[in-house]
């Protein structure tokens, strides 16, 4: 059973900063990527940010320069500091481990919220 955990969310005014926290536990057998995904109301959810094992970064284009994402793989955790928000930053933020070799499974957190006010 993998669980992650994320911790950090809330709500911060245009231009101010936040940090995500995700920490995994259980049986976890070769982590690959982990990431954030986010989901605004009445949008599908959507990649802000992965991070491969090796430390290869992705980033969509709306956080580009404003967000990072970072990872302790000795601790199973990925964080994402989030600068310059702005109010359609506003979703519910989920982070996500995807692991195994010749089959890989995909696990999520429960979800943060976190809300930009203008």
């Known amino acids: 059973q993998v669980q992650l955990v994320e911790s950090g969310g809330g709500l911060v005014q245009a231009g101010g900063s936040l940090r995500l926290s995700c920490v995994a536990s259980g049986s976890i057998f070769y982590i690959r990527d982990m990431g954030w995904y986010r989901q605004a109301p009445g949008k599908p959810r959507e990649l802000v940010a992965s991070?491969?094992?090796?430390?290869?970064?992705n980033y969509a284009d709306s956080v580009k320069g404003r967000f990072t994402i970072s990872r302790a793989n000795a601790k199973n955790t990925v964080s994402l500091q989030m600068n310059g928000l702005k109010p359609e930053d506003t979703a519910v933020y989920y982070c996500?481990?995807?692991?195994?070799?010749?089959?890989?499974?995909?696990?999520w957190g429960q979800g943060t919220q976190v809300t930009v006010s203008s």
């Open positions: 996500n481990l995807n692991s195994g070799i010749s089959r890989t499974y995909d696990y």
């Open positions: 991070i491969s094992n090796g430390g290869s970064t």
